[in-house]
């Protein structure tokens, strides 16, 4: 049953782009995007136990190092999304490495200071970053594939690209969650002291998710940026890294497609919302505080476990 | 006989508070010893310190001929020196399998294999179920851990401590909050353990009863001080451990 929900859900978002409008494919792909960034964020939120709330600093990172790249080299596709991401990759290393010294509000709190050094740099340093203006006017880099040069621009074919890059995600993280490195951080999101005391080292394993998380995240950026065509502060600055918080707290932070859900009702919220109303974050207040007081596993990890009730009651 | 456990002069202090005072102490291979004591004498403190959750104010702690004070409770495990808690501590929302298999895999050195399903871990796994069967679980290997009853999750805690293979393991009052039934259990328990590992034991504990029963060699703790050891008869006619205990219960 779940399983041909969730093929039927995958035909679906091979067909979409083919019957979809203009305006439904850059949405979806956006969508997409951030189902990634929250996504990553989930895995140190729900499954090791850490509320990030400066997981943008490596949206951002990823985001800006491959605006950089296709501003001032002709790299292609792939060895922007590389160099992207392995900049990611250094950045999480050291910032994580302080961050996870502390857990719960401390690691909170530093998350949040050092989200806020990263948006500091990044909208003040205006001769590299463009400042509070962003980013923009670099031509999207050409992706090879099989000796054969893409474009990426035309939407259809960057929804495909973010597609896979979206299952490629859902499948790593599958197979992470599923081996004895998953086994080992949901045992320290458990219980941390008693995890110590099975010979784990909770601060290192908490540095390889932190690390993994944020490269992640940074793929995302890249996906973001060249789907924008700009880079922006605003990728960098708070709000955003609420936003993967705001997106899993909805979508059920123990169920494995909860921030992916999340992510798809934070954005149709959102769209119908600001229809009628610029103060679209009242209208999503009113709907987050009685999902956190009635429904703390969130939409899909309450109704998973209505499901699963039913089905025992039979 | 050499000690796999040589305490020498501990001493733990929180200020001006000395929780634990000056306590030497040896336990030998292949042995159950007990450390008793009224509340509050300390013997969660110097559990705490021997195994690295606290640091020592002063004093060593040797564990097989190796200087282990202080260091971190990871590497401590790792050289064998594993414990349990007084207040169970297990991973509650995991399954029965899953809170015995995680040690395994960390000691196995597989913490970091990223893409290797859980269910190819067949050598561990099987290591889980021999466990299990230890203390009486199989039947219940893929039930969350919350859902056990709480003589069970007493039984998972012991389970935990011995899938990390330690050459010792200090239990903290393996049978505090149980019912007689259960603690008959715990006692049964812990005696097949010693009989089929040949582990060694320090068990810290309330009832006299189970202390009679299991150790061989007893240390008794008063106010951070070791006030008295030896073999359950001497300890029996001691008048400082019968003072300290304010007569009678030790007799019980």
Same mark, same amino acid.
């Given at each position: 049953?779940?399983?041909a ?9 091979f067909v979409?782009?083919?019957?979809? =409008?203009?305006f439904?494919?850059l949405f979806?792909t ?13 895995l ?9 709330? %400066? ?17 001032h080299?002709?790299?292609g596709?792939i ?5 992207s ?11 994580g ?5 502390r857990?719960e ?5 530093l998350?949040?200071g050092?989200g806020m050094?990263?948006? $500091? ?5 205006r ?9 923009s006017?670099?031509?999207l880099p050409?992706?090879?594939l099989?000796? $054969?040069?893409?474009s990426i621009?035309?939407?259809?074919t960057?929804?495909f690209?973010?597609?896979f ?7 790593f ?5 599923d ?10 999101? #458990?219980n941390?002291?008693?995890a ?8 290192f394993?908490?540095w ?10 940074g793929?995302? =950026?890249?996906l973001?940026?060249f789907y924008?065509?700009?880079a922006?502060p ?7 890294s ?6 899993t707290?909805?979508g059920?932070a123990?169920?494995?497609f909860?921030p ?9 919220l959102e769209y ?15 709907i987050?505080?009685p999902?956190v007081i ?10 998973e476990?209505?499901?699963a ?6 | ?7 020498? =002069? ?6 001006d508070?000395c929780?634990?005072?000056?306590v030497?102490?040896e336990?030998m ?5 007990a450390?008793i004591?009224?509340?509050g004498a300390g ?10 959750r ?5 004093g060593?702690?040797?564990?097989? %001929?190796?200087?282990i ?5 990871h ?8 414990r349990?808690?007084?207040?169970t ?23 970091l ?12 796994l099987?290591?889980v179920?021999n ?11 893929n ?6 009853a ?9 389970g ?7 050459k ?8 505090a909050?149980m019912?007689?039934?259960?603690t008959?259990r715990?006692?049964s ?6 009989e089929?590992?040949?582990?060694s ?5 309330h009832d006299m009863?189970v202390v ?5 060699r ?7 001080e ?16 019968? #003072?300290a205990?304010?007569?009678?219960s030790?007799?019980?």
């Amino acid at each position: 049953m779940k399983r041909a929900f969730y093929a039927l859900f995958l035909v679906f978002l091979f067909v979409f782009p083919f019957f979809s =409008g203009m305006f439904a494919l850059l949405f979806a792909t956006e969508i997409l995007i951030l189902s990634i960034f929250a996504l990553s964020f989930n895995l140190l939120f729900g499954y090791t136990g850490l509320l990030s709330f %400066g997981h943008a600093a490596f949206f951002g990172i990823g985001g800006y190092a491959a605006a950089l790249l296709a501003y001032h080299t002709h790299m292609g596709f792939i060895p922007i999304l590389l160099l992207s991401a392995a900049v990611a990759f250094f950045s999480a290393c050291i910032i994580g490495f302080f961050c996870v010294r502390r857990d719960e509000i401390y690691f909170a709190m530093l998350t949040l200071g050092f989200g806020m050094m990263v948006f $500091t740099v990044v909208h003040q340093w205006r001769s590299v970053t463009g400042g509070s203006d962003g980013l923009s006017g670099f031509s999207l880099p050409e992706l090879s594939l099989l000796f $054969t040069k893409f474009s990426i621009s035309p939407p259809k074919t960057f929804y495909f690209l973010t597609l896979f890059f979206f299952l490629a995600t859902l499948l790593f993280l599958k197979r992470l969650l599923d081996s004895p490195f998953g086994l080992i951080i949901r045992s320290i999101r #458990e219980n941390p002291e008693r995890a110590a005391f099975i010979g784990v080292n909770v601060n290192f394993y908490r540095w390889v998710s932190f690390v993994i998380a944020g490269t992640l995240a940074g793929v995302a =950026g890249v996906l973001f940026v060249f789907y924008d065509r700009m880079a922006s502060p605003s990728m960098v600055h708070w709000t955003m890294s609420a936003r993967p918080v705001l997106m899993t707290i909805l979508g059920g932070a123990r169920s494995f497609f909860g921030p992916v859900l999340g992510a798809l009702v934070f954005y149709i919220l959102e769209y119908i919302v600001t229809q009628f109303t610029e103060n679209w974050m009242i209208f999503l207040g009113c709907i987050l505080v009685p999902i956190v007081i009635f429904f703390p596993d969130g939409i899909l990890g309450s109704l998973e476990r209505w499901i699963a009730r039913r089905r025992s009651g039979e | 006989m050499t000690p796999v456990l040589k305490v020498e =002069g501990l001493t733990k202090c929180f200020g001006d508070f000395c929780a634990v005072k000056n306590v030497s102490l040896e336990v030998m291979e292949e042995e159950i010893v007990a450390l008793i004591g009224p509340n509050g004498a300390g013997k969660t403190t110097f559990y705490n310190v021997v195994t690295g959750r606290y640091k020592a104010t002063s004093g060593r702690v040797i564990f097989c %001929g190796k200087e282990i004070t202080n260091l971190p409770p990871h590497r401590i495990v790792k050289l064998g020196l594993s414990r349990s808690f007084q207040i169970t501590n297990i991973f509650l929302e995991n399954t029965v399998l899953e809170n015995i298999l995680a040690p395994i895999l960390i000691r196995e050195g597989l913490g970091l294999s990223f893409l290797k399903n859980l269910h190819k871990c067949k050598k561990q796994l099987e290591e889980v179920y021999n466990i299990l069967e230890l203390i009486g679980l199989s039947d219940k290997a893929n039930v969350p851990a919350s859902l056990l009853a709480y003589g069970d999750k007493r039984a998972v805690e012991i389970g935990i401590a011995l899938a990390t293979k330690p050459k010792m393991v200090l239990l903290d009052e393996p049978t505090a909050g149980m019912t007689p039934v259960e603690t008959d259990r715990m006692i049964s328990l812990i005696k097949k353990l010693f009989e089929e590992t040949k582990i060694s034991f320090l068990i810290t504990e309330h009832d006299m009863r189970v202390v009679f029963s299991i150790a061989k060699r007893i240390f008794v703790l008063h106010q951070g001080e070791l006030l008295a050891s030896g073999t359950p008869e001497e300890i029996r006619a001691n008048p400082k451990v019968r #003072e300290a205990y304010l007569g009678g219960s030790v007799d019980a």
